[in-house]
């Protein structure tokens, strides 16, 4: 088994809320995809995260170029590059691994190889870190979240409140269009969007969209197709080589960093994700969360939602549903 560490010059770095990189607490993250083409800038965008004191890298290839490649940058985490066991000690596993799509083909399309290759990795994470909060990029992942549940439950380890869809990517695509449309600074805008990440499962909800901007009901249907269809743009861009990657990349790292500052109980971490939920009679449903010193620490409710909104939620439902079964059969029937 190769195992490579090196240890980088520790940069200084203020963190945003209070304390000093020296007294941050000890937080190892792993990345579990590394080398792939989300794995490898978020290894980057984690080594660059003060937050981060030790950064496991694992893939089931190239794993020791990136990670001697990502260790050089002058930062505080130390970087282990493992092509074995990444987990133990782990306070947050991120979750990259498995094939992209390519045009014309669904997330789902993705279940027959994801499937296998998300399993096997929870199992890992039950028997080595049974803790940490796992941040599931993997798609479909309105099927690879439950099929990672029942891992967990059967090896005895789950805790809802520690299981994580990364939707992310759908509110920064949200932000991002309807900054645009509503000529506001993106940096100041805030959109939830809740349901699944497949299609229309994906309901940003431009009612609670701040700062205002009373966007004509046109326009808010255009700016809801974008956001479903946002994953489909980029696929069809790269035209058969991978989806989105950068972005992606951003948006976890943007999760994990949100999922740290819970557990370093920073105040009022709020982000939307795929979580355990009684929000609607469906068992997972991404929404707003609140997040803490053990991971979930509140399943925010919808709020009202505009007529457009409350069909658009009738009409995700089947799907969203089916989706969550059929990785349940999976994880309980293989
Ligand atoms: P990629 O093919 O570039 O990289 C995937 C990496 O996973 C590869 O390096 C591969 O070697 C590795 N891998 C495969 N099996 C593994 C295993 N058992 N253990 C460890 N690593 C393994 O793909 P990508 O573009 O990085 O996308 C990865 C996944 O993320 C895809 O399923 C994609 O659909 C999904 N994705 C999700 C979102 C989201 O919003 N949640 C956004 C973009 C992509
Ligand atoms: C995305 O939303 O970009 C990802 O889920 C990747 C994809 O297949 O669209």
Redo the contacts with the bound molecule.
């Keep these: 088994m190769f195992r490579f560490v090196a240890r980088s010059a520790g940069g200084k770095h203020l963190l945003r809320r209070g304390y000093a990189t020296e007294s941050a607490p000890d937080r190892k993250v792993a990345v579990l995809g590394a080398a792939g083409g989300i794995g490898q800038p978020l290894a980057l965008l984690m080594k660059l995260n003060p937050l981060v004191s030790r950064l496991a890298l694992y893939d089931i290839a190239n794993t020791p170029g990136v990670a001697a490649d990502v260790c050089h940058v002058n930062t505080r985490s130390e970087v282990s590059g493992y092509l074995g066991q990444a987990l133990e000690g782990c306070d947050v596993v991120v979750i990259p691994a498995g094939v992209?799509?390519k045009p014309g083909m669904t997330?789902d399309d993705l279940f027959n190889i994801n499937a296998g290759i998300v399993k096997g990795l929870c199992a890992a994470i039950a028997k080595y870190c049974p803790n940490a909060l796992v941040n599931m990029i993997s798609?479909p992942v309105n099927s690879t979240v439950p099929i990672a549940a029942e891992v967990f439950k059967k090896a005895g380890t789950y805790d809802e409140k520690k299981l994580f869809g990364v939707t992310t990517?759908?509110v920064v695509r949200a932000k991002t269009f309807y900054a645009g449309k509503a000529k506001v600074n993106v940096a100041d805008v805030n959109v939830p969007v809740v349901g699944g990440?497949a299609g229309i499962t994906i309901l940003p909800l431009f009612s609670h969209a701040t700062p205002k901007a009373n966007l004509p009901e046109d326009d808010i249907k255009a700016l809801t197709k974008r956001t479903q269809d946002?994953?489909?743009e980029?696929?069809e861009a790269k035209a058969g080589k991978g989806?989105?990657t950068l972005s992606?990349a951003y948006a976890g790292a943007l999760f994990a960093d949100a999922c740290l500052k819970g557990l370093n109980g920073v105040p009022d971490v709020v982000e939307c994700s795929f979580v355990q939920s009684t929000v609607t009679e469906l068992p997972f449903f991404a929404s707003k969360v609140r997040l803490g010193k053990n991971g979930v620490e509140e399943v925010l409710g919808l709020g009202p939602l505009s007529d457009y909104e409350k069909e658009g939620l009738e009409k995700l439902k089947p799907e969203l549903k089916a989706s969550i079964e059929k990785g349940i059969n999976f994880a309980n029937k293989s």
């Design positions: 992209p799509r997330r798609n990517l759908d990440h946002g994953g489909t980029v696929v989806s989105a992606m």
